[in-house]
């Protein structure tokens, strides 16, 4: 199985925080429509639309199951959700790395002041 | 080598530590210091802090507001309800996007390990739902929720 993903519909459905809510959600295991809908406070046409630019991009899949349409994460889904997940972490591990800069400064100020 | 680990612990924490080669009065006093929070706590690159309020005090409170300089912005706000110099922070933050979000309560705590700091933080969400929020939209702004281990979520 190769899954094509598109990057750039995969990002620009990602762009969205109720889209990355809905994964977030998915990524704890499959959920119907309305199981999606409740606790995002939406409506189902909207939170449907959301699942359709989901789909459409390859991010999730859906499967058929009596009159249910259960949604769960495609594979590239998760991997769109990593790659999302490691960009966001690197930004935090920034926020760290900028703050060692800030203590060897400050490191360097205490000892001149000692001196 | 990656200096942070990050993971989820239960269905309401998300577990943030890092090492620091400073001490801990100064890793304390950089998370408390508005002059030295606006030169670190900015996230992606462009992004600045002009506003920083720290009232680093019980019941004092916190505000940043971060820009990009686009006309895009977004501000936190918080109270502090314990501190312990230079050991341990205990406060309550939101985010405005511009709803406020559920309340993350925060506990931080400095930890010397040789010469340096062990940095953990620990954070408290109302319930699994608002965790599942936070890790997925608040890491957006590229702040505290972009702590996450995905392992833990998938």
């Known amino acids: 199985m190769t899954p094509v993903l598109s990057l750039d519909s995969a990002f620009s459905a990602l762009a969205d925080p109720t889209r990355r809510a809905i994964l977030a959600r998915l990524a704890e295991g499959e959920a119907t429509v309305m199981e999606l809908a409740e606790p995002f406070e939406m409506t189902q046409p909207a939170i449907s639309q959301h699942l359709k630019v989901l789909e459409d991009a390859g991010l999730i899949v859906r499967r058929v199951e009596g009159t249910k349409r259960p949604r769960r994460l495609a594979k590239a889904g998760i991997q769109a959700m990593d790659q999302w997940l490691s960009m966001l972490r690197k930004a935090l591990e920034k926020n760290y790395d900028r703050l060692d800069k800030v203590l060897a400064t400050m490191q360097q100020h205490k000892k001149e002041e000692t001196r | ?154």
């Open chain 2, 1 to 154: 080598m990656s200096k942070m680990t990050l993971k989820t612990e239960g269905d309401t924490h998300v577990v943030v530590t890092r090492r620091f080669s400073a001490p801990p009065e100064a890793v304390y006093s950089a998370h408390t210091d508005p002059k030295l929070i606006q030169q670190w706590l900015l996230g992606p690159e462009g992004w600045t802090m002009p506003v920083c309020i720290n009232e680093a005090k019980r019941g004092g409170k916190i505000r940043y507001e971060w820009t990009n300089g686009k006309g895009d912005g977004f501000h936190l706000t918080g109270e502090y309800l314990e501190l312990e110099p230079y050991n341990r922070i205990v406060h309550v933050e939101r985010l405005h996007l511009p709803d406020p979000t559920p309340d993350n309560h925060v506990e931080t705590r400095f930890d010397a390990e040789g010469t340096g700091t062990l940095m953990t933080m620990r954070m408290t969400l109302p319930d699994a739902q608002t965790r599942a929020a936070m890790l997925a939209t608040g890491m957006e702004r590229g702040m505290e929720a972009s702590y996450v281990r995905l392992e833990g979520m998938i």
